[in-house]
């Protein structure tokens, strides 16, 4: 089990660049979530898939980010344009269940100047 | 929504010492989890509680789900440098099929 795969790992971009975010959860993981960290907000929900369809999103901050799930093994989160204060840490998780257990990635670190 | 206090935010301990840390809230969860995040990596499982008034343990990991299904605390004894990053609680709400609540994190620096 490879776990939960993000990239790219790190990512610097210039303000205005769309940035895509990338995500392969674990095999057999229902739910999937992308979540923002930062050090004065701590761990952000952004969005959470259940069976590929979007259940919530109403963490997302702007129509700026947008998220997709095509198929069960890939998800992305897009951010167009972005902006300074996109910088943060992007997580994706996944779990069986949305309330279960979840498997975070190792994250990607956005730095946008 | 519901919230998770988590405290303290931040510690520094010295190596071998024991730490607590605890979350709260003002709803109840009916299962607890606490996660630990080293630096540059995403948080990991450490533990996770399903019953009011259980304990488990894990290696020098403590943790208790509360008896008011309200609370719980993580325990690590004998503290080593590679106990350093952020220890995060998370919660599941008893209604509905929704995401875990997560606290703000505990940073735990130890000093050798």
């Known amino acids: 089990d490879a776990g939960v795969i993000q990239s790219p790992r790190h990512e610097v971009t210039e303000m205005g660049q769309e940035v895509t975010l990338r995500c392969k959860p674990i095999?057999?993981?229902?739910?999937l979530f992308w979540y923002r960290q930062t050090m004065m907000r701590g761990l952000e929900l952004l969005i959470y898939f259940n069976n590929n369809v979007p259940i919530d999103d109403s963490g997302m901050p702007e129509d700026r980010f947008s998220a997709k799930m095509p198929n069960a093994s890939f998800s992305t989160l897009k951010i167009q344009p972005s902006e300074p204060r996109d910088s943060a840490v992007y997580f994706c998780a996944s779990s069986t269940r949305p309330g279960y257990g979840y498997t975070f990635g190792s994250g990607t670190r956005l730095t946008v100047v | 929504g519901q919230q998770l206090n988590q405290s303290p935010q931040s510690m520094f301990i010295q190596e071998g010492e024991d730490v607590s840390m605890n979350c709260t809230s003002s709803?109840?969860?009916?299962?607890w989890l606490w996660y630990k995040q080293d630096p540059g990596e995403g948080p990991v499982l450490l533990i996770a509680l399903y019953k009011a008034g259980e304990l488990t343990s894990n290696g020098r990991l403590t943790a208790q789900f509360g008896i008011t299904r309200k609370d719980s605390f993580l325990n690590i004894s004998a503290s080593i440098p590679s106990d350093v990053g952020i220890y995060f609680c998370?919660?599941?709400?008893?209604?509905?099929?929704?995401?875990?609540?997560f606290g703000k994190g505990t940073r735990l620096s130890v000093i050798a």
């Open positions: 095999s057999g993981h229902n739910s």
């Open positions: 709803s109840i969860f009916n299962t």
């Open positions: 998370a919660g599941r709400v008893p209604s509905g099929n929704t995401p875990l609540v």
